[in-house]
């Protein structure tokens, strides 16, 4: 298989997927949309992984690449009809790029946290052999609210109600971080930026220090879900 991935921003890599990917014996190509690199060909591919990012969906004056990424996502799903996984900011693209809509939440959600899948996710593809509650990494102020059509609800949390949705029958989005591995929230930490968006977010640095220890606590049962969704999108 070979995985097309889409990447915004330098700190916010694959993680856990890369892993899955060669440990599968399949190839991946890394398009970093953030330095302006094109979208190749996209029928070379047979699945589309498309990352989290600070930037908003709708900051296209920004990150003018957000059009054609955009683009390059319905025709992913419409026309091509491959498989596709949206992770964050990609959840929130495919929502967009479908027709739905998402807009800034009154509050942020940050930190490790749990999630609780709906009833529609038992018969779903990758979330059907998933725990009922899964604790997970969130950091994101944007959510869906209207969602495209032949959507369903697989995931939710008490700040968000679309936690994770599947369109049609090919494409998924989760709005929390399953690529995450150990290292990875002390690694966006070294980001300015990043260190103090979360402690805006969180209310101080402790709090922050404590997001770090938490996500490496739950890097190992994270990158079991990662595997069994991975192991399942190969079969789609």
């Known amino acids: 298989m070979n995985v097309l991935i889409f990447q915004h921003s330098s700190g916010e890599n694959p993680g856990a997927f890369l892993e899955h990917i060669s440990s ?11 330095d302006r690199q094109p979208i190749p ?50 959840h929130q693209l495919l929502v967009d790029a479908l027709g739905g809509k998402c807009i800034p ?15 529609n996710a038992r018969s779903d593809p990758l979330f059907g ?12 102020g944007v959510e869906a ?8 609800v697989l995931a939710q949390s008490e700040a968000c109600a679309v936690q994770a949705l599947r369109v049609s029958d090919r494409a998924w989005g989760v709005q ?19 260190h103090q968006c979360a402690v805006d977010w969180l209310g101080c640095v402790d709090a922050v220090q404590e997001m770090v220890t938490d996500s490496d606590t739950i890097a190992e049962e994270q990158f079991k ?12």
Not at 145 to 152: E, G, H, R, Y
Request: net charge negative.
């Open 105 to 119: 939440m009154q509050k942020p959600e940050i930190g490790v946290l749990s999630i609780n899948l709906t009833d």
């Open 145 to 152: 609210i209207d969602l495209p059509p032949n959507s369903s």
């Open 129 to 140: 052999p998933l725990p009922h509650q899964i604790r997970v990494l969130q950091w994101h």
């Open 176 to 194: 929390f971080h399953p690529e995450l591995v150990q290292g990875t929230i002390q690694s966006w930490m070294t980001d300015p930026a990043n």
């Open 24 to 34: 599968c014996g399949d190839t991946a190509k890394v398009v970093h949309l953030y």
């Open 41 to 90: 060909q996209l029928d070379d591919f047979d699945l589309l992984l498309v990352l989290g990012g600070p930037m908003d969906v709708w900051e296209t004056e920004a990150h003018p690449w957000l059009v054609p990424e955009k683009q390059a996502i319905r025709t992913w799903i419409q026309d091509l009809k491959r498989p596709y996984f949206g992770i964050c900011l990609g």
């Open 225 to 236: 879900v990662t595997s069994s969704i991975y192991t399942r999108l190969r079969q789609i």
